[in-house]
């Protein structure tokens, strides 16, 4: 959504490294870049002048020209303001003291209300809640049905005491009003903690929506409102929210279909622009692409600064504790790392979604942007299905494998001899930096670790070096006086070899049965 005002940036703040000092002019060329990015973005005008002016008069103040670094304070300063535009903190729901929370959904038809009404009963129900959909939709055709669908793949009851339309040519004859009145009292009569109520839209705002909007709200009293928006259509976003909040008074800001390759400048807009917060978004289809929205973590995405924390929740929501566990102890007591243990560790990745996005949360990914366009997702299936094809002893023992099971293991796996060559290749790489690691060694490579290109391997190789003895000659008369001059010095150093005890002292004549010592032990004193 937001790459080519993501390389935008970039780019720009490029020409600043390296500046010891920035004058007025870099600060203008530098707030000028931006201010064309923004509006290429599609970001509203009023929030792009607001946003500018801002980083401007920041960038020429004090902290810009005292810094040690100029330019990535001037990153510093337009993170900071990146983040103020897109709501500043986080905003959680806010539930009822007395169940059952009620949640409104509103917004126009086609921005994905019935969709994120699943989206969100899913993540809801997986911290804990007890969520009921309500489907108050009974204008625009199978909406009802969706909705039911989606409860149903989220593993969530849907109240619909009425089917709606089916089709364009057949008038509404229901009363949403009174559906989601009816699914509220469902609700308390049924212990459901959370109630989302999924409402109608139109094309375009008109008073009917908002009058029936209206009357639902006034009906059902929700704790929050969410104004549900679709981040691709634009400028056309700021006329849509401010209809929307003059109509409903939404509380919080859902945003849909960010993975799509608009311009993504409603993102940009929407909070500034009606100071309510952005509080979720959507990035995919599957009932998990949702997440709850972070400014800070957004802004460092468009600043290609990564997302580091997101991609930890998101670890630590999919990946299975018992296996980390076993995988913790099998490197601690340093066993080898089989095939077996590379899958299982696949399986895992595969758990936390499209490797795609997970790349692109990593800091300076807008550099290899290209190649992780081009990364093809079935490629984990592809090698999946070589280590699958596998028996249990060549995943254990992937050193017996040779030429024949290599070709039975591309014939089963669908792929060339080439591909499971790779694959070998590179796991035995693996396997040697597991090793290595588990053994004390450190990643070979890293500086300050031990191992070959590291500081600890310099060190062996010195000390390998020191304690290294000294070739002996290929000439018999040479290598003769070599073996005098040394024997000559053993006897020189043991004729100055001090006599006495260990510590200092004259050696002193004493009784071995006074150090109560056991039968037989005095041999060993040399007396």
């Known amino acids: 959504m937001f790459n080519s005002l993501s390389d935008r940036l970039t780019s720009t703040f490029k020409n600043l490294r390296g500046k010891g000092r920035l004058t007025e002019a870099d600060v203008d060329a530098t707030v000028r870049e931006i201010r064309r990015a923004l509006l290429d973005a599609d970001v509203a005008v009023p929030v792009v002048r607001a946003f500018t002016a801002s980083v401007k008069e920041r960038a020429l103040g004090l902290e810009v020209s005292q810094a040690l670094n100029p330019g990535q304070q001037v990153v510093k300063i337009v993170n900071e303001e990146l983040k103020g535009i897109l709501g500043g903190e986080t905003r959680r729901l806010r539930l009822a003291k007395n169940p ?61 005491p009425h089917p709606g339309v089916s089709s364009e040519f057949e008038a509404a004859t229901g009363d949403p009003v009174a559906v989601a009145r009816q699914g509220i009292e469902e609700a308390r009569t ?13 094309l375009g705002v008109d008073a009917e929506l908002m009058q029936q909007a209206a009357d639902i709200r006034a009906a059902i009293n929700p704790d929050e409102v969410l104004f549900v928006i679709d981040a691709m259509i634009g400028q056309d976003a700021v006329n849509t929210a401010q209809a929307f909040n003059e109509g409903v008074n939404f509380t919080g800001v859902v945003l849909t279909k960010l993975d799509g390759d608009a311009r993504g400048g409603a993102a940009l807009s929407v909070a500034s622009v009606t100071g309510k917060p952005i509080m979720f978004a ?114 254990v023992a992937p050193k017996i494998i040779n030429g024949s099971r290599r070709a039975r293991i591309a014939r089963g796996s669908g792929v060339h001899v080439s591909e499971v060559n790779g694959l070998l290749e590179r ?93 037989g032990f005095d041999k060993f004193l040399g007396k």
């Open 100 to 160: 059952p929370t009620v949640i409104m959904l509103a917004g126009l038809q086609g921005a994905g209300k019935t969709t994120l009404a699943g989206k969100l009963s899913k993540h809801l129900k997986s911290q804990g809640h007890s969520p009921l959909l309500v489907a108050a939709d009974l204008q625009r055709p199978n909406a009802v049905r969706q909705l039911q669908v989606n409860g149903e793949r989220a593993g969530v009851p849907v109240y619909a």
């Open 282 to 395: 959507s990035t995919g289809e599957g009932l998990t692409d949702f997440e709850v929205f972070h400014p800070d973590r957004m802004a460092s995405r468009i600043l290609d600064l990564g997302d580091v924390l997101t991609l930890i929740e998101q670890a630590e929501q999919s990946w299975d504790k018992d296996e980390a566990s076993r995988m913790a102890k099998k490197f601690a007591d340093q066993e080898d790392f089989t095939l077996d243990d590379f899958l299982a560790q696949m399986q895992q990745i595969r758990k936390m979604g499209s490797m795609k996005k997970m790349l692109m949360m990593m800091p300076g990914a807008a550099g290899m942007r290209e190649q992780l366009e081009n990364f093809d997702e079935r490629e984990i299936d592809r090698v999946e299905a070589i280590v699958r094809s596998m028996t249990p002893h060549e995943r």
């Open 427 to 519: 796991f035995v790489q693996a396997q040697k930096m597991m090793k290595k690691m588990a053994a004390g060694g450190g990643i070979p490579g890293m500086p300050g670790m031990a191992g070959p290109g590291g500081f600890g391997g310099a060190r062996k190789k010195q000390q390998a070096a020191k304690g290294k003895k000294k070739a002996k000659s290929g000439n018999p008369a040479k290598a003769a006086q070599e073996r005098a001059e040394a024997e000559a010095r053993r006897a020189g150093a043991r004729q100055a070899l001090p006599t006495g005890s260990a510590f200092g002292g004259q050696e002193a004549d004493f009784d071995p049965s006074s150090l109560n010592l056991p039968k």
């Open 190 to 202: 049924k212990l459901y903690d959370v109630v989302i109520v999924d409402t109608a839209g139109r």
